[in-house]
């Protein structure tokens, strides 16, 4: 079995989806983090940062940064990229609304309290919810964009799996997307890797904390102290 290596913060973050589509391509992998500015540092003297970002994937003997990409190469070499270019198609298109509904999820640790993420994710739900149902029906085989799962799947349910940790009851009446976060929550890569030490917790103010500290940055402005990383 192919085993990799991703290298990032010490929390989920932007390479959480890369993790789900290591988990149902069953690719084994070890979380690598990045904990304090001289790690970074150091990880970027190293060369292996394409373009000196992170979420770092290594796998295949290839170097990979860039979160669509390291879901896109993992899809082609797992088979999860529909079976045809009108999937392929669909994929993508699924896969970037996704990105973009995922990204209120991404923010929701750093908002000011919970109250404030979790509307932000409620209009964002009411915006993305009907079309990605739309998609859903009528693609008719209980996926987004062909007969069996893709990863446009995969990236979606990652971030309603978010969204769900956040607001319990948000999928009670969008019946197309709880079936697909049971059934994608189900496959056995996914379900291992969720049940597994691998999963970071639910980010919080730890996790907030933990990037700015590495990255020497300002925390957001409610929170104490919020220059305490700042290089003076």
Known sequence: MTAATLTYFHGRGRAETTRWMLAATDVDFTNVAIETPQELTALRATGKLPFDQMPLLEIDGHRLSQSSAMIRYLARRGNLYGNNDTDAMWCDLVAGAAADFA?????????????????????????????????????????????????????????????????????????????????????????????????????????????AQVLQRALPPHMPDADRFVAG
């Open 103 to 211: 990204e209120v999820a991404l923010q929701a640790a750093f908002k000011p309290s919970a109250t404030v993420a979790i509307e932000a994710m409620t209009t964002c739900l009411s915006k993305f919810g009907p079309r990605f149902e739309a998609r859903i029906e009528q693609q008719g085989s209980g996926f987004c964009a062909a007969d069996n799962m893709t990863f446009a799947d995969v990236v979606l349910t990652e971030a309603l799996s978010s969204y769900l940790e956040w607001c319990p009851d948000i999928l009670s009446d969008r019946p197309h997307l709880k079936k697909l976060h049971d059934t994608v929550t189900s496959h056995k890569g996914v379900a291992n890797y969720l049940a597994s030490p691998l999963r970071y917790p639910k980010p919080g103010d730890e996790y907030v904390i933990a990037v």
